[in-house]
């Protein structure tokens, strides 16, 4: 098993432009996630998704899109990239049900000069 | 709401000595609490988790973490540490009740280093 794979691991964006992080997971995982880590700072929720067709705000949605059209594929666009989305971003996911943890990928760092 | 707390950005003990890192919680219903480490370079790896029961929980790597009802705490504990412990580690929680979406609250990190 693969686990949460994410591309690209590194990218260099300039302002304005656009790009799409891609995230999939081989562990028929229904809930789907994905997070920021600024430096100092813990993870914070851009989007999440709890199945195909359905996805839902977290704490930073804003410059951010994402879609979920099937179970393993969750990808993050990035629409003008501004210098205050450079961060590394987390794809996630768990099974949904009972308390069960959640499984990352390696990362993305994006950095928009 | 949710929220987690992590005191010290940084915690430094020498190896062999016993190392403890704090995390104290909110939630309105029973906390879902768990700890992750971060290697550099890496995602997240889970280290253990607790969920009901025994209040003293057991990890991977040796790893322990007391949970506190009383006081909103779960910090991390090892009785012996080791250099290759040194690492970012992160306290979690989730409320339990309610349709949460299994959305995780993250303490803002504890970067630990062990001295040889």
């Known amino acids: 098993n693969a686990g949460v794979t994410q591309t690209p691991k590194f990218r260099i964006l300039k302002i304005g432009q656009s790009m799409t992080l891609q995230c999939t997971q081989d562990?028929?995982?229904?809930?789907m996630y994905w997070y920021r880590q600024d430096p100092g700072m813990g993870l914070k929720l851009i989007y999440y998704s709890v199945g195909a067709g359905i996805t839902d705000k977290g704490e930073v949605p804003n410059g951010y899109n994402v879609s979920r059209s099937t179970t393993e594929d969750f990808p993050l666009r990035l629409e003008l990239a501004a210098p205050s989305q450079t961060s590394v971003y987390f794809c996630?996911?768990?099974?949904?049900?009972?308390?069960?943890?959640?499984?990352f990928g390696a990362g993305s760092r994006l950095t928009v000069l | 709401a949710q929220s987690v707390a992590q005191p010290e950005d940084q915690v430094n003990v020498a190896e062999g000595n016993p190392l403890t890192v704090k995390c104290t919680y909110s939630?309105?219903?029973?906390?879902?609490l768990f700890w992750y480490v971060q290697y550099p370079n890496r995602g997240l790896q889970f280290l253990l988790k607790y969920i009901t029961g025994d209040n003293l929980v057991k990890g991977s790597y040796g790893f322990e973490a007391e949970f506190n009802k009383s006081q909103t705490s779960f910090h991390l504990k090892k009785p012996s540490a080791l250099v290759s412990d040194s690492a970012l580690y992160f306290c979690a929680v989730r409320d339990g009740w309610g349709t949460n979406a299994g959305k995780s609250t993250f303490g803002d990190g504890t970067t630990l280093t062990v001295k040889p």
């Open positions: 996630a996911s768990i099974t949904g049900s009972g308390a069960n943890v959640l499984t």
């Open positions: 939630v309105s219903g029973n906390p879902y």
């Open positions: 562990m028929n995982h229904n809930y």
